[in-house]
């Protein structure tokens, strides 16, 4: 079993940041990739960002390049995104959810999920 914990989120202005951190505990896959994924009210989840074990492989929503950066620490199993220049449409429930191997930017394709962070962006 795998148990993922988001912390970070808040309410904060647009065009202000975040960051946002979730930490891995259990039994981890021994390569494993890491994303994020947000749900707005009324909408679907959809993905954010998304690590590889080494890092050397991210993928991003293109609503969110070049405004957030995922990141990891593997010393403390533990995964980050930091969101710049927020937006009022960024406000929502942000999930980390973990998979073995290789990145993706589905939902479906990953195996266990936190129990997500609100991030509210006033205008």
């Known amino acids: 079993q795998v148990q993922l914990v988001e912390s970070g989120g808040g309410l904060v202005q647009a065009g202000g940041s975040l960051r946002l951190s979730c930490a891995a505990s259990g039994r981890t896959f021994s390569r494993n990739a890491m994303g994020w994924f947000r749900q707005a009210p009324g909408k679907e989840r959809e993905f954010v960002a998304a690590?590889?074990?080494?890092?050397?492989?991210?993928g991003y929503a293109d609503s969110v390049k070049g405004r957030f950066t995922i990141s990891r620490d593997n010393a403390k199993n533990t995964v980050y995104l930091q969101m710049n220049s927020l937006k009022p449409e960024d406000t929502a429930v942000y999930y980390c959810?973990?998979?073995?191997?290789?990145?993706?930017?589905?939902?479906?394709?990953?195996?266990?999920w936190g129990q997500g962070t609100q991030v509210t962006v006033s205008s």
């Open positions: 690590i590889n074990w080494s890092g050397a492989s991210t």
């Open positions: 959810a973990i998979r073995y191997l290789n990145i993706a930017n589905v939902d479906y394709e990953y195996d266990y």
